[in-house]
């Protein structure tokens, strides 16, 4: 999750690439850099400074030389190697004359790079994107032409990438490509332009083409062509933009809450990439706690707030059951006031998409004094959370904007279930042949997210038509448990409706007296070990007037007869569900919310980030 752009031929070369990584920041903000090409030179400029990098690389560029009709601009978003300056993109090569930049992950970066050391390059960073500007240079040595060069690296490399590279020995040319991470090319006359999203040049360019998977890209001052990357010319599709640039930032969505809830399939895929050697072995590159402390542990402890302790939830089943270590969820705020006791071998576990929340922190600070060994679970690349806890994996949803949590949800699962694995591996808990099944299942939610997505307008229409209930309860059993709860949060903070989550089971020990026509209960019903128990309780709620939508897989004939609305959703592996299910209660209290003319990003009260006790 970075954000890239590119010019050629323009007389005002930095000041668009500057202005265009300002609003790419939300992308990533941790460093930011230039690099401006010209017939024999190659000048670069680059600044970490936190949230503030792109300022503090205005600063660095005050004194840039004039005369440079092309350049690129890389605002990043760490991954692999720490939010500094010597990391921070655009790269060069040994000679200092190509440069590129990169977003997205090359897994096979560090045998590319043993591999280009072994023949004498030289490397001054520790990304994974550094291997591409010494491919390029070997390329280019052979005597090929830039696009070439560039088709040729990109054969060898895998994972995914958005880049673009400049070479002072072919100036102004900029050679982009694409696999998975997005790329735009823009046209004016005279003027060529690339960026990882359209704000970066929506009031520059006025034709804008979408570059596909496995494209290159020749811009130069006067157009560009495309290519496979066998070298076959493509033609890039046309975009029709009808977008001011504030929708632009948006992607064109009405919100941000809907932007992120449609790159939720990206999220998960982001945090999953790169997290298996060819061997088996499941990594956590940011994960700097050794096998065997990780071996030994003898009790897990999750906290966290809100929508992250929904995710934490999810963990509790996925550890307990995979890597038989017995697991507790607490709330973040509760924690540190209630004597917890920490013994040898207690993991405790920080989850937070911002990194920020002041509870969680307070948690994790209790837990160190208290001797625990702490891993952060974050979305922000260097947050507090991050920086103070021994160990931490980061989710890579990108930036959340909305301050309903929807994709760092998914992906705080996604990297829990993950991690459950890594245990369950270390302590042979699991056979490897079922590891691998469930690793290739949990790679496979990403698509069948995608699908539960196209549905948005069968899960719509169902909200309109319960638009004026005023209580809503949400059962499950299991993991339906904790989607319940994050159904029902959704719905709460939205709509501002009374909505509670529960655990089925318990429905009859006391809530079912509150069960009457008007109420709307949401079941859970995908796990197929729960189904019979969960139908049974949806029938002692529809006896008593309620009505009643279930969250049930495609293939499921029994819930016509006990539900009086249906969001379809994809099968998956029970413990997997939650990433799924979760989908259509995201839209339906959304729905709802729209419905009730309610301000989505914003709800009144909250902030995306709590920060005070
Ligand atoms: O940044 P964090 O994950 O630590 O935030 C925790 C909660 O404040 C957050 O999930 C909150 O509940 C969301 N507004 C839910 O949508």
Not at 99 to 124: D, K, Y
Not at 275 to 298: A, M, P, W, Y
Not at 425 to 430: E, I, N, Y
Not at 515 to 536: C, F, Q, R, Y
Request: with cysteine.
């Amino acid at each position: 999750m970075c954000g890239i752009i590119g010019v050629v031929g323009s007389s005002d070369t930095l000041s668009t690439l500057l202005e265009g990584l300002q609003r790419l920041e939300y992308r990533g903000y941790d460093s930011a850099g230039v690099a401006l090409v010209r017939p024999g030179q190659t000048w670069r400029a680059r600044a970490a400074d936190g949230t503030q990098s792109v300022a503090a690389l205005r600063l660095e560029c005050e004194h840039a030389p004039s005369g440079f009709s092309s350049g690129i601009g890389h605002t990043r978003w760490a991954t692999h190697g720490a939010p500094e300056a010597v990391n921070a993109h655009p790269h060069l090569d040994c000679s200092g004359n190509i440069a590129i930049i990169h977003n997205g992950i090359i897994e096979n970066h560090s045998e590319l790079q043993e591999q280009l050391e072994s023949r004498g390059h030289v490397f001054t960073s520790v990304t994974d994107s550094e291997v591409l500007a010494h491919l390029i240079e070997e390329e280019r040595a052979k005597g090929l032409e830039l696009i070439d060069a560039v088709r040729q690296s990109l054969l060898i490399v895998r994972g995914a990438f958005a880049l673009a590279v400049m070479d002072a020995n072919e100036p102004d040319v900029i050679v982009a490509a694409r696999r998975i991470s997005p790329l735009v090319v823009g046209t004016s006359p005279g003027v060529t332009y690339l960026a990882s999203d359209i704000p970066a040049i929506l009031d520059k360019a006025d034709v804008f083409y979408a570059v596909n998977d496995d494209e290159v890209v020749r811009l130069a001052p006067e157009g560009f062509r495309a290519v496979d990357l066998e070298g076959a010319p493509v033609r890039l599709h046309q975009l029709q933009i009808d977008w001011d640039l504030e929708t632009a930032e948006k992607g064109g969505y009405d919100d941000f809450m809907t932007k992120e809830i449609n790159e939720q399939p990206d999220a998960l895929r982001a945090t999953l990439l790169d997290r298996r050697h060819s061997d088996g072995t499941i990594t956590f590159d940011e994960l700097r706690i050794s096998d065997q402390e990780l071996r030994e542990v003898k009790r897990v402890v999750l906290v966290a707030a809100g929508t992250s302790h929904h995710a934490a939830q999810v963990a509790k089943y996925a550890i307990e059951r995979w890597a038989s270590v017995s697991v507790e969820v607490d709330i973040a705020s509760e924690y540190r006031y209630r004597d917890p006791i920490v013994e040898v071998g207690t993991l405790v576990i920080g989850v937070s998409q911002s990194g920020e929340t002041i509870d969680t922190i307070m948690a994790i600070r209790e837990a160190q004094r208290r001797g625990a060994r702490v891993v952060a679970i974050s979305n922000i690349v260097d947050s507090s959370l991050a920086r103070e806890a021994d160990a931490v994996i980061y989710t890579r949803a990108g930036l959340e904007v909305s301050v309903a949590s929807t994709k760092a949800f998914v992906a705080q699962v996604a990297a829990l279930e993950l991690f459950a694995l890594r245990l369950a591996q270390l302590r042979q808990t699991l056979a490897p042949s079922d590891i691998d099944a469930l690793f290739q299942g949990l790679n496979a939610v990403s698509a069948q997210v995608a699908k539960t997505l196209t549905r948005r307008g069968d899960y719509e229409s169902v909200a309109e038509q319960l638009l004026n209930t005023r209580d809503f309860f949400f059962l499950g059993r299991h993991v339906g448990f904790p989607t319940a709860l994050e159904g029902a949060l959704k719905l709460k903070e939205l709509s501002y409706l009374h909505a509670e989550g529960y655990p089925a089971g318990e429905l009859k020990h006391g809530p079912l007296a509150l069960i009457e026509p008007g109420v709307v209960v949401v079941a859970i019903t995908t796990d197929p070990n729960m189904h019979e128990k969960i139908l049974s309780n949806l029938a002692e709620v529809k006896a008593r007037g309620a009505t009643v939508v279930a969250v049930a897989t495609d293939d499921d004939e029994k819930i016509a007869a006990v539900a009086d609305f249906v969001f379809r959703v994809p099968a998956t592996e029970p413990m997997f569900t939650p990433m799924i299910d979760v989908v259509p209660l995201q839209i339906f209290a959304y729905a709802i919310a729209r419905g009730l003319k309610h301000e989505i990003d914003r709800p009144r009260n909250l902030a995306k980030t709590v920060t005070v006790e």
